[in-house]
């Protein structure tokens, strides 16, 4: 009977030890799979962060003269109308400064020689003007070339590109050295001829130099006048025509920044009596914020008759990084009263350039992931500001059946910058076929003329009874696509169940084993006393032998 308890415990503690062994190798490789999956993600992060450092920086804009800066952080100014002549010596004299005089010092500027270059290369072509160390001229330095024209030079007007070195103390302290390219326009002629600006040449001849010398002089007198005549005597002073700009159109009527446009200037001639004639004007913006798409800013009238208006029409195109503001445009002419008598002048225009606005949504994000009907969710976002102009008084609505919200105001987005924005929605219809929603960005320019855009954002609305609540109130799916936990599941029942079945199969045991022992006691004892009365016998038996 004792063999046969031992064999029974013997069992028992097999079996457990099977099933000890069972669990872990099933348990120990799920493990070290979450484990694997866990390390293989962060490397995935770590290698993701690390290769997008590496382009930021392989796209980083650099050549030979460093890194290209903002045009914005240096400026130029040409005081005066800059023309010459083929084959002769010409001085190009300005200024450059710097637009931010707490971080941005200037270190030298040099012209640009290309095969565009209109002067020999020669002498000051190859000069640098430097700023040292003085700190005036760090913030403002003078620059002057003496140049000679090449001879084969084309009539009209060519560009002309200077290099402006110079350094930036970013945020955190540190500085840098950058470069930008400014253009100058300049008007060539022929070298023996007395050809104006326009092209055509004029009975008495006019120094194109004087047209206009100061671009930002205004003498107080809107019209044209013969302040810049010749000959003809005090009668014809008398009689000179007078030329008023009226005004101008543009077509389109927003001019964009980097797109180009067709400018309509109406000029006047307020003389009762004498006409113009043979008129010829320049238009267009030294520092080359506006250049001809023809490559000539000239445009040619033929006659105003006395009290009528005539139309100058030219073709523009801006620079794509002007900033958002009102530009001057120049207007310089000259032209006769058909008696022999030859008038020069000049006037500006005030345009306004936009910029495009470019909004964007990213980063998109919602708590839950799936909303249902009746339920409330959290919409979060990032509105990126991609333009060179700011947006002011941004709102975001959603404009969408699928659910209610109220609106949400942002606020101002500067230029190149990101707002974030929130929403709080209550789901209202199903979308799961489409999985999106509307979202309506409003906004304002500079100008305070409103504007919107739409954005489509993912947004899942289900249906609340198909969905199941987490301990937190999270809505969730009934099944799950993919993964291990119907497997890891499965697994835990069948644990679950050879435990069961071994804890009862040693409830059992022992309770046999209990009943066995009770019932086989008393047989223990009647075994004993029968074994003491063999024994007793024997005795005797033994005893009474002896005794024989």
Not at 409 to 425: D, E, F, K, M, Q
Not at 487 to 499: G, H, R
Request: glycine share 10%; aromatic share 6%.
């Amino acid at each position: 009977m004792k063999k046969w308890y031992c064999k029974t415990d013997k069992y028992i503690k097999g079996m457990i030890a099977v099933f000890i062994c069972f669990s872990i190798l099933i348990f120990a490789p799920i493990g070290r799979s979450s484990v694997s999956a866990t390390e293989a993600d962060d490397g995935g992060a770590v290698q993701k962060k690390e290769t997008t450092t590496s382009d930021s920086t392989e796209t980083a804009n650099i050549d030979a003269n460093g890194t290209l800066g903002k045009n914005s952080d240096i400026g130029i100014e040409v005081t005066k109308s800059i023309t010459g002549k083929a084959g002769k010596d010409l001085k190009v004299e300005f200024k450059l400064k710097s637009n931010d005089s707490a971080n941005v010092k200037l270190k030298c500027v040099y012209p640009v020689i290309d095969t565009t270059f209109p002067f020999e290369t020669s002498g000051d072509a190859y000069k640098v003007i430097s700023a040292g160390n003085d700190q005036g001229k760090q913030l403002s330095l003078n620059a002057s070339f003496s140049m000679k024209t090449r001879s084969d030079i084309t009539t009209g007007y060519h560009s002309v590109r200077f290099i402006g070195e110079y350094t930036k103390t970013a945020g955190d302290g540190t500085i840098a050295d950058y470069y930008v390219i400014k253009t100058i326009n300049i008007y060539f002629s022929e070298g023996t001829s007395s050809t104006s600006p326009g092209g055509s040449s004029n009975k008495n001849p006019v120094d194109n130099s004087d047209l206009g010398d100061d671009l930002s002089d205004d003498s107080g007198d809107d019209s044209y006048g013969g302040d810049g005549s010749s000959g003809g005597g005090s009668d014809a002073e008398a009689s000179a025509p007078k030329l008023l700009i009226t005004g101008y159109d543009t077509k389109p009527k927003k001019i964009m920044a980097g797109e180009k446009f067709t400018l309509t200037v109406h000029i006047k001639n307020t003389s009762k009596s004498t006409s113009v004639n043979n008129g010829k004007f320049l238009i267009g913006n030294e520092a080359g914020n506006f250049l001809p798409t023809s490559g000539s800013s000239a445009v040619f009238i033929e006659s105003i008759p006395a009290g009528k208006t005539g139309d100058l029409k030219i073709e523009l195109k801006t620079a794509a990084d002007l900033a958002q503001k009102n530009y001057i445009l120049v207007v310089k002419g000259d032209f006769d009263d058909g008696r022999g008598n030859n008038f020069t002048s000049s006037d500006n225009l005030s345009v306004p350039v936009y910029q495009e606005i470019k909004l964007g949504v990213t980063d998109v994000t919602m708590t839950p992931d799936i909303v249902g009907v009746g339920s409330e969710a959290n919409l979060m976002f990032t509105i990126n500001n991609q333009g060179n102009a700011g947006v002011y008084n941004v709102n975001v609505s959603v404009k969408d059946d699928a659910v209610t919200c109220q609106d949400s105001y942002v606020g101002n987005i500067a230029a190149s910058s990101s707002a974030y924005a929130s929403l709080s929605l209550t789901g209202a219809v199903k979308n799961e076929d489409k999985g999106t929603i509307k979202v309506e960005i409003s906004y304002e320019d500079s100008e305070g003329n409103a504007d919107k855009i739409e954005q489509e954002v993912a947004c899942v609305v289900s249906d609340s009874s198909s969905m199941d609540m987490g301990e937190e109130g999270e809505m969730l799916p009934e099944e799950e696509e993919g993964g291990s936990f119907p497997i890891i599941f499965i697994l835990l029942i069948l644990a679950l169940l050879v435990i069961i079945i071994i804890i009862v199969i040693i409830i059992a045991v022992k309770h046999k084993k209990k009943k066995e022992k009770e019932l086989f006691g008393d047989d223990e004892e009647d075994d004993l006393e029968d074994g003491e009365d063999i024994m007793t016998e024997n005795g005797e038996d033994d005893i009474e032998n002896e005794d024989f």
